[in-house]
Nanobody, 121 residues
């Protein structure tokens, strides 16, 4: 069974920093592209940052220059370093990953349970 578990959310002041982590566990054959999404009340879940298996990255315009996505393949862990936080960064942040498990080797998308980030002005 494959699981993604996020941590590192919390309360920060505007201009502050937080670092999110997401650990993938279970019977994992390959861990491919990994993403961070966020959801705010009344809005659809939006893609914040992407990192592929080779380390190539992309970001939403709203976070470019402030957020950095990275991964440690040996630890099966995804990170999101968030600097210069703004109140509009408030939301639930979700880890998402394309994983093929040993059970059938078929690539599927998996979601974490989410972690709350609140930025006060």
């Amino acid at each position: 069974q494959v699981q993604l578990v996020e941590s590192g959310g919390g309360l920060a002041q505007a201009g502050g920093s937080l670092r999110l982590s997401c650990v993938a566990s279970g019977s994992i054959f390959t861990l491919d592209t990994m993403n961070w999404y966020r959801q705010t009340p009344g809005r659809q879940r939006e893609l914040v940052a992407v990192i592929d298996s080779d380390g190539g990255t992309d970001y939403a315009d709203s976070v470019k220059g402030r957020f950095t996505i990275s991964r440690d393949n040996a630890k099966k862990t995804l990170y999101l370093q968030m600097n210069s936080l703004k109140p509009e960064d408030t939301g639930v942040y979700y880890c998402h990953a394309f994983i093929s498990p040993y059970s059938d080797y078929r690539v599927r998308g998996y979601w974490g349970q989410g972690t709350q980030v609140t930025v006060s002005s």
